[in-house]
């Protein structure tokens, strides 16, 4: 059942950057913000995938679900080289440690920088969605990256809450996404 959400959007703004990480997590955030008369664009920048055949995997997925709704989908260049640099020594870390923080941070700079230069004035991820990732980790990162370019506010939104994560669940069973199983990095197949 769809549940409605209403959405209170930084600054009223009716244009807003959606840093996705994969089609699960932004399934119901998709839906919601478009339910709510929001126009996203979807922004994956996710150079933490390895191998480069993951990456692609789960971008053919957000391209597939982008389609769906009509919106755009801008894909970041891939370049796992640098972002093994912001993870460097920090390799051993749980999930949800020191490498994940870094790793937010990596990308959503990336992600802000993007909503800069392009006009966005609100910028929000779909990693909030995952029950795997710190919420605190997401927020701060998203509130670094934003407070790093000009013009950019940063949406903290819980994308858990009010039924979404019902919601995630079954447009995850109605779309068959492919619906991996573990964060994307080398450092996060280890159990």
């Not at 703004?13 to 089609?23: D, N, Q, T, W």
């Not at 191998?51 to 891939?78: F, M, Q, T």
């Not at 509130?143 to 079954?170: F, H, I």
Request: proline fraction near 4%; charged fraction near 25%.
């Amino acid at each position: 059942m769809k549940p409605k959400v209403l959405l209170d959007v930084p600054l009223g703004a009716k244009r807003v950057l959606l840093h996705a990480c994969c089609a699960p997590c932004s399934s119901a955030v998709v839906e919601c913000l478009v339910d709510n008369g929001i126009e996203p664009t979807i922004f994956y920048s996710n150079s933490n995938i390895f191998p480069r055949e993951e990456y692609d995997h789960r971008l053919n997925e957000c391209l597939r679900y982008a389609r769906k709704w009509g919106i755009p989908i801008v894909d970041d260049v891939y370049d796992h080289s640098d972002w093994q640099g912001c993870a460097a020594g920090l390799e051993k870390e749980p999930e949800r440690g020191g490498r994940c923080l870094q790793c937010f941070k990596f990308r959503l700079l990336r992600a802000a920088r993007f909503a800069a230069e392009n006009g966005f004035p609100v910028l929000t991820t779909t990693l909030a969605s995952s029950r795997w990732k710190s919420l605190e980790q997401v927020g701060a990162a998203g509130e670094w990256a934003c407070s790093q370019v000009e013009g950019v506010t940063w949406w903290n939104q819980n994308w858990r809450k009010g039924g979404l994560q019902e919601r995630r669940n079954e447009i995850i069973r109605s779309e068959q996404f492919y619906n991996q199983l573990y964060c994307g990095c080398e450092y996060s197949f280890r159990k």
